[in-house]
Antibody
Framework: QVQVQESGPGLVKPSETLSLTCTVSGGSIISSRYFWGWIRQPPGKGLEWIAYMYYSGSTYFNPSLKSRVTISVDTSKNQFSLRLRSVTAADTAMYFC????????????WGQGTLVTVSS | DLQLTQSPSFLSASVGDRVTITCRASHGINSYLAWYQQKPGKAPKVLIYATSTLQSGVPSRFSGSGSGTDFTLTISNLQPEDFATYYCQQLQTFGQGTKVEIK
């Protein structure tokens, strides 16, 4: 059973870059079954897909965030990462990483989430 | 852009009730619609994918159906642990959520 776990700073200053890493365990990130994705949830609000990628490097982004987002994969560490530039208070949210099952197009394994607050 | 609209946004129900949540798409979509349950402070958990396929380990009181633009999640015999927020999802789009609370 694949497990994923987010890590990264919980506090980021406005205009700076949010950086998070997701570590995959219980399976290889080099998998034909999965995309690897990021979803966020502002406090008290719904879920917003940010981006996902295939281990080979193909990437897909939410158009509303695309200009500020970079995602990458490190197959040697079985990790993938998110960078969100020029953050504002509106980027304060719980950030989840998850595996996206390509056969059924759903997120099947989620991390517990990490709360990132944007504040000076 | 696809929009998924869930109804109701909030519902109050009792243990043992049968509950139905609807997810309406802004245009016809394929059958790759999933439903998630989220409890406070926790990550979402997939219940159903491909409209009606129950994820492994999910109780059979959860069921899904639908096609085209209208999809439903039904919880028969609502249990105390089912009080949560439910989301539908198709590809990269999520519905706004339906909160199920105890009457």
């Amino acid at each position: 059973q694949v497990q994923v776990q987010e890590s990264g700073p919980g506090l980021v200053k406005p205009s700076e870059t949010l950086s998070l890493t997701c570590t995959v365990s219980g399976g290889s990130i080099i998998s034909s079954r999965y995309f690897w994705g990021w979803i966020r949830q502002p406090p008290g609000k719904g879920l917003e897909w940010i981006a996902y990628m295939y281990y080979s490097g193909s990437t897909y982004f939410n158009p509303s965030l695309k200009s500020r987002v970079t995602i990458s994969v490190d197959t040697s560490k079985n990790q993938f990462s998110l960078r969100l530039r020029s953050v504002t208070a509106a980027d304060t949210a719980m950030y989840f990483c998850a595996s996206y099952d390509i056969s059924g197009f759903f997120f099947d394994n989620w991390g517990q989430g990490t709360l990132v607050t944007v504040s000076s | 852009d696809l929009q998924l609209t869930q109804s109701p946004s909030f519902l109050s129900a009792s243990v043992g009730d049968r509950v139905t949540i609807t997810c309406r798409a802004s245009h016809g979509i394929n059958s790759y619609l999933a439903w998630y349950q989220q409890k406070p402070g926790k990550a979402p958990k997939v219940l159903i994918y491909a409209t009606s396929t129950l994820q492994s380990g999910v109780p059979s009181r959860f069921s899904g159906s639908g096609s085209g633009t209208d999809f439903t999640l039904t919880i028969s015999n609502l249990q105390p642990e089912d009080f949560a927020t439910y989301y539908c999802q198709q590809l990269q789009t999520f519905g706004q959520g339906t909160k199920v609370e105890i009457k």
